[in-house]
């Protein structure tokens, strides 16, 4: 390894950093250097290289206190973790000369630059833990090494995705940010919001939930066969996701729903089709763009509704089911009205039967969302949005994905929270704007 002065242009120090006899392989195990080999060698370039810039930070020489001369110290050992390798940098301490002041100053890699954490490393953990378990973050993460780190722990690894959630809290709602994305004005936009449940942390609580919004233009929804299935499915190939689980009367979600909806294209001009599973929180939530667009277009997910139907007439006899089929051929075909009529009809018919209350829910879903039940066949033959169906699941993909792990996870409210905001960042497609605005916030450049 050598050492190059930038001003003389000149080579001013050279060392060995590994020795090795070459010799002639006899498996494949021989070739190169193994795993730990390479990151020992990357460990001890990284070592004798910080050793040298530790020697010219441009650190302050007058006091903050008084103004009078610094004056050395003594030295400080800070700890500094690379991607790779951990590394303790010698900094200098100083004093002030003034005897009436006698200000101590310990410099630290945190207090210079923010965190002791190299960007890169940072980055690394967010997006793991965000992905998985923080037990399956942390081998993941040593296993690259071959060793434990201490700063890959569970609890550094909880820490560092509370802090950069909360960073994402901010910046999912500050419409300022959108300058830093490249963002097409778009005609028309869907957007989608569900809940998804996520187990409280308290026995007593029981489950919380998080809202979940998505926002695509639906040309870039594309057919695409399912190596699985052998099926053709459908995929979003850019779209936007916005998610809160705080109990703040929806204001989170609804700002982080706008910003989305404004990466995605929304304008004055946009006009919005809005899907939802019929709860009035969701609802809600997709209300709240009204203002923003040219219209919007509010339809009960097809999905939710063909489900609720098929599980009741799974259950029925043929008497019944049979008329339940035609309830639900009314509202594909857009026939709201008679829909709820005959359903109100075989109510009255199970009212003395153990399907009485099923047959009584599933009646009070329809006749709370009537005003949201469209031509559901027209729109299909026309290639309209008006199902979720056959679409990734943001709920599945988002929150069970992460929440609903095998292992025991604690969870609140607040921490669900900021894991939702690295996970919706990284399956928008957006990571690298968002992570750019986060470094922003945590680093700070020496002065």
Known sequence: ????????????????????????PKSIEDLGYNHEEQIEILHRIQDNYLTFQSNIYELPSTCSACGSEMKNYGNYASTFNSVFSD????????RCSNHDCRKLMTFTVQGLFGDYRHPDLLELQAATAAKMSFVEAQNQLDAKVKKHR????????KRTVERIGESLHKIHQDENCLEHFKIKPTNILVAQTDGGYIKDKLPSRGNFEALLTKI???????????????????EITHKSYAGSSYKDHH????????????????????EIVALSDGAKNCWSVLKSLKKH??????????YHIANKFDKLIKQLGSKYSERLESVKWKIWHGKADEAVGRLSELYSDLITTEFADKAHTLLKYIANNKDYLVHYELRRSKGEVYTSSAIESGIESVINARFKKKHKAQWNRESAHKVLQLRTALLSNQWDQDWQLVKEEIYKKVA
């Open 150 to 157: 201490p700063v890959n722990g569970q609890l550094n690894l």
């Open 216 to 234: 695509y233009n639906p040309d870039n929804l594309v057919r695409k066969s399912s190596k699985k299935t052998n099926n053709i499915d459908r």
């Open 87 to 94: 590394h303790k940098i010698t900094l200098p301490r100083r």
């Open 1 to 24: 390894m050598g050492s190059f002065q930038d001003q003389t242009k000149s080579i001013v120090h050279r060392e060995i950093t590994e020795e090795k006899v070459i010799k002639s």
């Open 293 to 302: 667009c040219k219209s919007i277009t509010y339809i009960l997910d097809w």
């Open 251 to 270: 204001k989170s979600i609804k700002a982080m729903t706008l910003v989305a909806a404004k990466k995605e294209g929304l304008t004055k001009d946009t």
